[in-house]
């Protein structure tokens, strides 16, 4: 890539990224919107001295949800033998 483009590109990227602090974005929304790679967001943002807002309430929600699928105690376990109602295997 000629370094005359790469400085165009890395030009908008910076631009990106000004208008999303503007506008409170994540880096998510403006990967989305522009489709420029994260890192090269993250790299912009980090030499203007900027801080993108980053998806932490999908990561709350997510830990509520994996607390709820998980039983708060050990479950107990009658034993290794069958319980009423199961028939033993028959030889034939």
């Known amino acids: 890539m000629a370094p005359l483009l790469r400085k ?28 420029f790679r994260r890192a090269s967001i993250y790299n912009a943002a980090k030499q203007l001295g900027l801080t993108l807002k980053r998806k932490r309430a999908e990561r709350a929600d997510a830990s509520i949800a994996q607390s709820v699928e998980h039983p708060p105690c050990k479950r107990k376990v009658v034993g290794s033998t069958p319980t009423a109602g199961s028939t033993p295997p028959t030889n034939a």
């Open 8 to 35: 165009q590109i890395y030009g908008k990227i910076k631009q990106a990224v000004i208008t999303a602090f503007a506008s409170d974005q994540t880096y998510a929304a403006v990967q989305a919107q522009h489709g």
